[in-house]
């Protein structure tokens, strides 16, 4: 079992960056998926970015692909989602989530973080 704890979330303006993280507990961290998720008020939350055990494959939604970049740090049990070119689209509640599969549906992670707010201001 993973426990995962988000930090990062503020307020930013249109075209800034931001750097979420995602710290994990457990000795077991680097045997899991790990992927980003976001969730707008009233939506569906959706994939953003996931990455493997080892971190040498990467996956990334079209709406992000090119302005975010998901990295891990297995010594350090973090997984990071480096966001920039930030739209008020982007604004939402991401996610930190653990899984088996390498994979963009969120029924295949097993473990959940409480999630971060990023907002981005026009």
């Known amino acids: 079992q993973v426990q995962l704890v988000e930090s990062g979330g503020t307020v930013v303006q249109a075209g800034g960056s931001l750097t979420l993280s995602c710290a994990g507990s457990?000795?077991?961290?680097?045997?899991?998926?790990m992927g980003w998720f976001m969730q707008a008020p009233g939506k569906e939350r959706e994939f953003v970015a996931s990455?493997?055990?080892?971190?040498?494959?990467?996956f990334y939604a079209d709406s992000v692909k090119g302005r975010y970049t998901i990295t891990r740090d297995n010594a350090k049990n973090t997984v990071d989602l480096h966001m920039t070119n930030l739209k008020p689209e982007d604004t939402a509640v991401y996610y930190c989530?653990?899984?088996?599969?390498?994979?963009?549906?969120?029924?295949?992670?097993?473990?959940w973080g409480q999630g971060t707010q990023v907002t981005v201001s026009s």
């Open positions: 989530a653990a899984g088996s599969a390498f994979t963009r549906n969120k029924s295949d992670y097993d473990y």
């Open positions: 457990g000795r077991t961290f680097g045997h899991y998926v």
């Open positions: 990455i493997t055990w080892g971190g040498t494959s990467r």
